[in-house]
């Protein structure tokens, strides 16, 4: 189980800062495990999020074509599957609409407080958000676009694998989440993710220093450079 302490930590750090320690933990990931398309953050003024994945797939552009007795018991195990298992939560949605991904919106008033109560920080999809203005409070959404109805949404399965934004996800994983995007952290090197955040941080104050100051030149920038290199 991870630690309070640790995703305190975690939460303390932006996405764009744990993707720059990732590449020094674990180089092989320099690519990937990370939201690579343009996602809408509705709010931009909270501070990151941090949580264990839940997954779901949704459709929204016809009705749900199985039995409707089926398709309830499918809507209610999602929310099961929510509640359960180790949190605090992330939800991570694709939408199986393609290209009309977006068609309509599973997220708004109603279910980001129903996600918040039962322990989930935010979501992460591909489709669309609306009720921007009522969402629960505290609660983050990264999603493909804005729209106004609900349409035909419904939630196809969940706790399989995902792909959301380029970011392949699997129920469970350990999620960053901010107004950059989103990235998964390898449990196995979660706990590395702040100190390597620190020496990277710490080595870029030197050359930020530099260029700040009214005489700065490359000179200087290639000093900057070489005790930057310095810092262990």
């Known amino acids: 189980m991870t630690s309070t302490a640790l ?24 690519g990937h495990g990370y939201t690579v398309d343009p996602l809408v ?12 994945a839940r ?5 929204a552009q016809h009705p749900s074509s199985i039995d409707p007795k089926q398709a309830r018991r499918t809507s209610v195990g999602y ?8 949190g605090p939560t992330i939800t991570v949605i694709q939408d199986l609409d393609d290209h009309a991904r977006g068609y309509g919106a599973f997220w708004g008033e109603v279910n980001s407080n129903i996600h918040r109560g039962l322990g989930c920080l935010g979501v992460i999809t591909d489709g669309s958000i609306r009720d921007l203005d009522d969402v629960a409070e505290g609660f983050q959404l990264l999603a493909g676009r804005i729209g106004p109805s609900h349409a035909h949404v419904h939630v196809v399965d969940y706790g399989e694998p995902v ?9 469970g994983d350990l999620i960053h989440a901010d107004q950059h995007g989103a990235v998964v952290i390898p449990t196995e090197a979660a706990d590395e993710v702040e100190a390597a955040a620190d020496l990277i941080t710490r080595r870029e104050r030197v050359i930020i220093d530099a260029a700040r100051q009214d005489d700065f030149s490359f000179e200087k920038l290639k000093a900057a450079w070489g005790e930057a290199a310095e810092i262990h």
């Not at 930590?9 to 993707?19: H, N, Q, Y």
């Not at 997954?55 to 459709?59: D, E, F, K, L, N």
């Not at 792909?163 to 129920?171: F, I, L, N, R």
């Open 79 to 86: 929310y099961e599957y929510l509640a359960a298992g180790e």
């Open 41 to 52: 953050c509705a709010k931009r003024e909270l501070p990151p999020i941090v949580g264990f």
């Open 55 to 59: 997954t779901a797939r949704i459709r």
């Open 7 to 30: 995703l305190d930590a975690l939460r303390s750090l932006d996405t764009p800062t744990v993707c720059n320690a990732l590449e020094v933990v674990v180089p092989k990931r320099r």
């Open 163 to 171: 792909t959301v934004a380029g970011m392949a996800v699997s129920d």
